[in-house]
């Protein structure tokens, strides 16, 4: 069974980074992208980032410049590297993988950003 599990979440200050990871465990095969979302309180939920097969990276233009995905794929992991952060990014982030049958999230972590 296939499970992704979210971690480094927390509470920072305003100018302040955090990274976020997303370990996979169970054997997921044909992995499409990898991504990341986010949901503020009373909003839709947002993608903030992806990273296709080949490397591909994509951003909102909310997080340009200030946000980085990566990936390791040995580790089956994906990481969200936040700098600059402000307190609009305060969200639960999830990710999400899809393959070419299915689709696996996570279960989120909660980033919170002080003024």
């Known amino acids: 069974q296939v499970q992704l599990v979210e971690s480094g979440g927390g509470l920072v200050q305003a100018g302040g980074s955090l990274r976020l990871s997303c370990a996979a465990s169970?054997?997921?095969?044909?992995?499409?992208?990898r991504a990341w979302y986010r949901q503020a309180p009373g909003k839709q939920r947002e993608l903030v980032a992806t990273?296709?097969?080949?490397?591909?990276?994509d951003y909102a233009d909310s997080v340009k410049g200030r946000f980085t995905i990566s990936r390791d794929n040995a580790k089956n992991t994906i990481y969200l590297q936040m700098n600059s952060l402000r307190p609009d990014d305060t969200a639960v982030y999830s990710c999400?993988?899809?393959?070419?049958?299915?689709?696996?999230w996570g279960q989120g972590t909660q980033v919170t950003v002080s003024s």
């Open positions: 990273i296709t097969r080949t490397g591909n990276t």
């Open positions: 999400r993988y899809t393959t070419f049958a299915n689709d696996y």
């Open positions: 169970g054997a997921i095969f044909s992995i499409k992208t």
